[in-house]
Nanobody, 116 residues
Framework: QVQFEESGGDLVQPGGSLRLSCKAS????????LGWYHQIPGKQRELVAG????????KYAESVKGRFIVSRDDATMTLSLQMNDLKPEDTGAYFC?????????WGQGTQVSVSL
Protein backbone atom coordinates (compact mmCIF):
# COMPACT_ATOMS: atom_id res chain seq x y z
CA GLN A 1 0.00 0.00 0.00
CA VAL A 2 1.21 3.49 -0.85
CA GLN A 3 0.94 6.40 1.57
CA PHE A 4 1.37 10.04 0.64
CA GLU A 5 2.79 13.20 2.20
CA GLU A 6 2.01 16.41 0.34
CA SER A 7 3.98 19.65 0.69
CA GLY A 8 4.73 22.92 -1.05
CA GLY A 9 1.50 24.82 -0.49
CA ASP A 10 1.72 28.51 0.35
CA LEU A 11 0.03 31.89 0.07
CA VAL A 12 0.77 33.48 -3.31
CA GLN A 13 -0.51 36.39 -5.33
CA PRO A 14 -2.52 35.89 -8.51
CA GLY A 15 -0.18 35.17 -11.39
CA GLY A 16 2.37 33.55 -9.13
CA SER A 17 3.76 30.02 -9.20
CA LEU A 18 4.11 27.12 -6.80
CA ARG A 19 5.50 23.62 -7.02
CA LEU A 20 3.75 20.97 -4.98
CA SER A 21 5.40 17.70 -4.04
CA CYS A 22 3.90 14.42 -2.96
CA LYS A 23 6.35 12.00 -1.38
CA ALA A 24 5.16 8.44 -1.23
CA SER A 25 6.11 5.54 0.95
CA UNK A 26 5.24 1.89 0.52
CA UNK A 27 5.44 -0.33 -2.52
CA UNK A 28 4.31 -0.47 -6.14
CA UNK A 29 4.43 3.34 -6.60
CA UNK A 30 5.56 2.99 -10.20
CA UNK A 31 2.60 0.81 -11.09
CA UNK A 32 -0.06 3.35 -10.21
CA UNK A 33 -1.58 6.04 -12.34
CA LEU A 34 -1.37 9.05 -10.01
CA GLY A 35 -3.10 12.36 -9.79
CA TRP A 36 -3.47 15.62 -7.92
CA TYR A 37 -6.86 16.41 -6.45
CA HIS A 38 -8.20 19.82 -5.43
CA GLN A 39 -10.69 20.39 -2.67
CA ILE A 40 -12.45 23.49 -1.43
CA PRO A 41 -14.59 23.52 1.73
CA GLY A 42 -17.96 21.87 1.25
CA LYS A 43 -17.03 20.30 -2.09
CA GLN A 44 -15.71 16.92 -3.15
CA ARG A 45 -12.14 16.47 -4.20
CA GLU A 46 -11.72 16.80 -7.94
CA LEU A 47 -8.89 15.64 -10.13
CA VAL A 48 -6.90 18.51 -11.60
CA ALA A 49 -3.98 16.60 -13.10
CA GLY A 50 -3.10 12.97 -13.62
CA UNK A 51 -0.15 11.05 -15.03
CA UNK A 52 -0.16 7.41 -15.99
CA UNK A 53 2.30 4.77 -14.93
CA UNK A 54 5.21 5.10 -17.34
CA UNK A 55 4.21 8.72 -18.07
CA UNK A 56 2.66 7.84 -21.42
CA UNK A 57 -0.50 9.78 -20.69
CA UNK A 58 -1.48 12.93 -18.84
CA LYS A 59 -4.89 14.38 -18.07
CA TYR A 60 -5.71 17.91 -16.96
CA ALA A 61 -8.90 19.58 -15.86
CA GLU A 62 -9.96 22.27 -18.32
CA SER A 63 -9.48 24.92 -15.67
CA VAL A 64 -5.74 24.23 -15.34
CA LYS A 65 -4.75 23.28 -18.89
CA GLY A 66 -1.76 25.31 -20.03
CA ARG A 67 -0.98 26.41 -16.47
CA PHE A 68 -0.26 23.23 -14.47
CA ILE A 69 2.22 20.48 -15.26
CA VAL A 70 2.17 17.11 -13.50
CA SER A 71 5.25 14.92 -13.35
CA ARG A 72 6.52 11.91 -11.46
CA ASP A 73 9.85 10.47 -10.44
CA ASP A 74 9.50 6.79 -9.71
CA ALA A 75 13.08 6.52 -8.44
CA THR A 76 12.32 8.91 -5.57
CA MET A 77 8.63 8.00 -5.38
CA THR A 78 7.60 11.61 -5.85
CA LEU A 79 4.68 13.15 -7.69
CA SER A 80 4.97 16.86 -8.49
CA LEU A 81 2.65 19.61 -9.66
CA GLN A 82 4.07 22.78 -11.18
CA MET A 83 1.41 25.47 -10.84
CA ASN A 84 1.84 28.60 -12.94
CA ASP A 85 -0.29 31.70 -13.44
CA LEU A 86 -2.23 30.91 -10.30
CA LYS A 87 -5.75 32.23 -9.96
CA PRO A 88 -7.90 32.81 -6.87
CA GLU A 89 -10.06 29.84 -7.88
CA ASP A 90 -7.01 27.58 -7.47
CA THR A 91 -7.22 28.17 -3.74
CA GLY A 92 -7.84 25.05 -1.71
CA ALA A 93 -6.26 21.89 -0.40
CA TYR A 94 -4.34 19.65 -2.77
CA PHE A 95 -3.97 15.92 -2.34
CA CYS A 96 -2.41 13.10 -4.32
CA UNK A 97 -3.88 9.68 -4.90
CA UNK A 98 -4.33 7.11 -7.60
CA UNK A 99 -6.24 8.03 -10.75
CA UNK A 100 -8.85 7.66 -12.19
CA UNK A 101 -10.09 6.06 -9.01
CA UNK A 102 -8.71 7.49 -5.78
CA UNK A 103 -8.29 4.12 -4.15
CA UNK A 104 -5.37 4.73 -1.81
CA UNK A 105 -5.19 6.26 1.65
CA TRP A 106 -5.40 10.06 1.56
CA GLY A 107 -2.59 12.14 2.99
CA GLN A 108 -3.05 15.37 4.92
CA GLY A 109 -2.88 17.53 1.81
CA THR A 110 -1.21 20.87 1.35
CA GLN A 111 -2.98 24.22 1.34
CA VAL A 112 -2.70 26.68 -1.54
CA SER A 113 -4.07 30.19 -1.12
CA VAL A 114 -4.11 32.63 -4.02
CA SER A 115 -4.90 36.15 -2.94
CA LEU A 116 -3.63 39.71 -3.12
Amino acid sequence: QVQFEESGGDLVQPGGSLRLSCKASGSLFSMYNLGWYHQIPGKQRELVAGVSAGESRRKYAESVKGRFIVSRDDATMTLSLQMNDLKPEDTGAYFCNSWPLAALVWGQGTQVSVSL
